[in-house]
């Protein structure tokens, strides 16, 4: 494909951020449990206690946008180092497809079958879900917005559509710029749009859930991780490492602003939600650079097995945890209720752990009794070819320092 521009042979997925970092494992553990204990820690907080464990398990939502920036660094490096490879788009979507699309596509069927079954009626929203068009309004409303005669515990796909729809552009605009300077350049320029769109449509009277599950408004998250990848591959890496600390302090500062902000003017307000999507994606970065800094504390504490164990399954853990929640959450409730647990708090905490054991379990049993088999395909698609020598120059430095 690209082999013509010169290439040398080099191992493919080159380097040490394209091979499997047990940290970013545990990167991936954090985010999930961050938006598991988002959705199933839901009560009225009454005392200051627990008004301050459900603050800490609301901000756990923000496991979303580490998830953006961890797919964004680990998608653009796979594509920047692959870019010689004859079979580069090939190879990319189908080990995607393997991935992603089996669960997927094993749940919606589930739901099928309730209509044929049970009677459900989902107007058009099963195929909204089935084309990833579920946070665009085309075919049926926006997940936050769908009243149907029945409703599908399905909120948290927005993001899988953002993903998706990310996973479809990105390898083509990836194949035309080909050098590390002009993708970097794509990825500030589509991160300032999106800051600004975020801003003019808000200003224009836009509800935020258009902003907050839009892939052209949330795109700066895997814009920032894809620029992660391609910095660390260039000879900037040391102190992009160094920097971490201070990036995720600022984004967190920023995050901490827009939180105290939210109660402003209407005009102001608009600046904040706009603003704290950024903080997000920056605190992300951060936090996943100090995690590649080798032999550090926070590359040790995220590489436990306990942290890596959640990282490994933590797709079917996030695809099935709502659904598990619509079914479980309010009969084991009231099943703790009736048994004599007066305190509310008590239960919504004791409900809620429950709730999280039962999903990693069930993620467990998806991943090896269904999830692996196509995965196991993936070796029927391995990457392999060569690499153009201005990938090749890029990667030298970091190769030696490895």
């Not at 040490?16 to 988002?38: C, E, F, I, N, Q």
């Not at 102190?239 to 971490?244: E, Y």
């Not at 945890?321 to 919504?348: C, D, E, F, N, W």
């Not at 698609?381 to 190769?399: E, M």
């Amino acid at each position: 494909m690209h082999g013509r521009r010169g290439s040398e042979v080099l191992q493919a997925e080159a380097g040490p951020y394209s091979r499997h970092l047990p940290a970013l494992d545990g990167v991936r553990g954090l985010a999930v449990l961050g938006t598991l204990a988002t959705h199933v820690f839901a009560g009225n907080a009454q005392t200051p206690m627990e008004r301050f464990f459900a603050a800490v398990a609301r901000f756990g939502a923000s496991g979303v946008d580490l998830f953006f920036v961890l797919s964004g660094l680990l998608i653009t490096g796979i594509l920047y180092d692959t870019l010689g490879d004859t079979r580069y788009f090939r190879t990319f979507y189908m080990r995607r497809t393997l991935r992603i699309l089996p669960l997927y596509y094993a749940v919606l069927f589930g739901f099928v079958l309730t209509t044929v079954f049970l009677g459900k009626h989902y107007d058009r929203e099963l195929l909204s879900y089935a084309l990833y068009l579920q946070n665009t309004g085309w075919i049926a409303p926006q997940v936050w917005r769908y009243h149907g005669p029945s409703m599908l515990p399905l909120d948290h796909f927005w993001s899988l559509a953002v993903e998706e729809q990310f996973y479809l552009v990105w390898p083509l605009l990836v194949s035309l710029l080909v050098t590390r300077v002009r993708i970097l350049t794509a990825c500030w320029v589509g991160i300032v749009v999106a800051f600004v769109l975020r801003v003019l449509v808000l200003m224009y009277g836009h509800d935020v859930s258009v902003v907050s599950t839009g892939t052209v408004f949330r795109m700066d998250s895997l814009l920032a991780g894809a620029a992660l990848a391609l910095l660390l591959r260039g000879p900037g890496h040391d102190r992009i490492l160094r920097a971490g600390w201070w990036l995720f302090g600022v984004g967190m500062v920023i995050v901490g602003i827009c939180l105290t902000g939210f109660h402003a003017g209407t005009g102001l307000l608009n600046f904040v939600h706009a603003t704290y999507y950024t903080g997000l994606a920056a605190s992300s970065v951060g936090l996943i650079a100090v995690c590649l800094r080798r032999g550090g504390a926070m590359e040790r504490g995220f590489s436990v097995p306990a942290m890596r164990w959640l990282g490994r399954y933590s797709y079917g853990i996030y695809v099935l945890h709502m659904i598990l929640r619509q079914l479980l959450l309010q009969p084991t409730k009231a099943m703790l209720l009736g048994h004599g647990m007066a305190s509310k708090g008590a239960v919504v905490i004791v409900s809620g752990f429950l709730m999280i054991g039962l999903t990693l379990g069930a993620a467990w049993v998806s991943y090896h009794l269904y999830e692996v088999r196509f995965l196991r395909l993936k070796r029927f698609f391995a990457y392999g070819g060569t690499l153009p020598s201005n990938v090749a120059s890029d990667l030298a430095p970091r190769t030696r320092r490895s």
